[in-house]
């Protein structure tokens, strides 16, 4: 426990706060802050200072709004069963002066985002801008149209495509190369609105190496649980409102449609490959391990352009995601950048990306790579010097501060926190202890809540605590102490109630727009309980994507040790069309595999399949035309003890 957090609990314990008269969630906290550009002191809930900011300063929305063409309108996009996939006539309560429920800082941010339509970058290129999380490029070739980023969804994509053709007088140009700039489903999902046929030997689709392997892993491994958390951090159940989500920071949310992928036909492998599509001439930057573990820019010599795709935009960007990922190497992403400056320096009139609007002048594009380049190395750097000086994730989290030449509009913390990328860089190279003992073995949430609230003289008497701290202004405790009354009494109503008004304080109050939705979307959930989410649909062609071995290890994950450690089987699944024979066995509670070309003759039972009749057998479609030799048995017993992972599980309760 911090000397902060233990001078807290010292006071609770003692009874040193008294119980505060309930307040509304409007009010008493203009001041606060959290979650924003740098951390603030330690008994103060301020996590940013956004005092030092120019309103004056219109440079972005004068750059947000040039080459506006058209928007569309509506601007809402349906399915084909009629349900709303994207609103974005849902925000235009954005268009009002920001009130005391939004900080005012994301308030602009989410304004600017919110702008939707089509643009013209420069000639050839255009975009399409605020009708998903991303934005969609189209440069026309000399025949066609190259897309790069086609959004999240099929629907999605496929408006964006219909409203430029509709403005450009190009309802007979057809798609000549597809372009992913990395494998975030917000930059592939919506290939089939673009290529409804899929791909085709005339139209590459051109990813960085190691792509496919990048976007379909993270479905396979925790993609329940990355699904439900994400649910939070876009807050895409909360309503669209001033007291509710406002934005995204890097986008306004994410799209509801369908999700599909059409694997690249071609990939670039290396730094200063040139390659022609359609007559453009494109250079390409590999900068993998930045905001994904595959990414490119690249550079159009031709038109003096280039596409920084999501590596340099107008945010601090996240180097670990509150849904959950791998952290990323912030270390390396400056690098990059200051590659990047070196490659396009002189040769670029305008850098675009596919998230927010462009920046144009070779002078104002060096500048913004070079604040991002030295917002990343500055925090990776301070948080080692510091890691290495004795300090904590939680305790560096609150004592860095970024130099005052690195606030500027673009550094600032919409969808990164530097609170929570500092806590990340530590985690990526001190893992999860700290090295204090009391912290090696923990009790789990319940049975530590419990504890605490026994040890505060029980739930009524932490309830009053938590008010206590209210009244003193520190918000951050009072989450802390009914939190634990929560946990250890998931049905104290006083203490969820007084929960969700601290929760819902604490989200009207920051500049981070992905803490907003976690505080906000925690309130809800206190309030009503969790609801089933509405997830995109997943295509058959994004599971087709998955290897046989990311299918079996989806198996794998799912097996429940504890029911499997009595079992013992073996079996074959072999796929005649492809040659090979996979290997099965069960025992100990672990599904472990091996491929070859040769039946195994100890297998309990052999099953010869195609790949979609696997994908429909583990979709619960059962044997179907299956050929199966031997125990069939031993099938339905492997099945028993696959698991069924929860999307919709507590998080704000046990």
Known sequence: MSPINRRRFVAAAAGAAAAAVAVSPESAFAAHRPGGGHAGSGDSISATDEGDLNYDDDTDFTNADKGFIAALTPGVIKNADGKVVWDADGYDFLKKDAPATASKSLWRQSQLVSKQGLYKVTDRIYQVRGLDLSNMTIVEGDTGLIVIDPLISAETAAAALKLYRDHRDAADK??????????????????????????????????????LEHAVSENVYAGTAMTRRSSYMYGAQLPKSAKGQIGCGLGQNVSLGTVGLIPPTKSITKTGQVETFDGVRIEFQMTPGTEAPAEMNF??????????????????????????????????????LNESIDLFAGRVDVAFASHHWPTWGGGEISELLAVQRDLYAYMHDQTLRMINIGMTGREIAEEIQLPPALNVWANRGYYGSLSHNVKGIYQRYMGWFDANPAHLWEHTPVDEAKRYVKALGGRTATVAKAKGFVKDGDLRFAATLLNHVVF???????????????????????????????????????TDGVTPGRS??????????????????????????????????????????????????????????????????????????TKPQLLALLGGKGLGDIEVSGDASLLQKLLGVVEKPDPDFAIVTP
């Open 536 to 609: 995109t649909s997943v295509s058959p062609t994004m599971m087709m994507a998955l290897s046989i071995d990311q299918l079996i290890d989806s198996v794998a994950i799912r097996i429940n040790g504890p029911k499997a450690w009595d079992l013992k089987i073996r079996m074959d699944w072999s796929f005649p069309a492809l040659g090979v024979v996979y290997h099965l066995t069960l025992q100990n509670g672990v599904l472990t595999y091996k491929s070859d070309d040769k039946a195994d003759g100890g297998a309990g039972v052999t099953l010869s399949m």
């Open 488 to 526: 250890a009494d998931p049905d104290h109503k006083a203490a969820k109630s007084e929960l969700a008004v601290i929760y819902t304080k604490l989200g009207y109050a920051t500049e981070n727009a992905v803490w907003r939705n976690f505080y906000l979307a925690g309130a809800m959930e206190l």
């Open 174 to 211: 057809k798609v000549t190369a597809l372009i992913y700039t990395h494998p975030h489903v917000d930059h592939f999902g919506g290939a089939y609105g673009i290529l409804p046929d899929g791909a085709s030997a005339d139209v590459p689709v051109v990813a960085p190496e190691g792509f």
């Open 299 to 336: 550079v159009f010599p031709d038109l003096r352009a280039v596409c920084m795709a999501e590596n340099a935009t107008h945010t601090m960007h996240n180097i670990i995601t509150l849904r959950g990922a791998q952290v990323r190497d912030a270390r390396e992403w400056a690098h990059y």
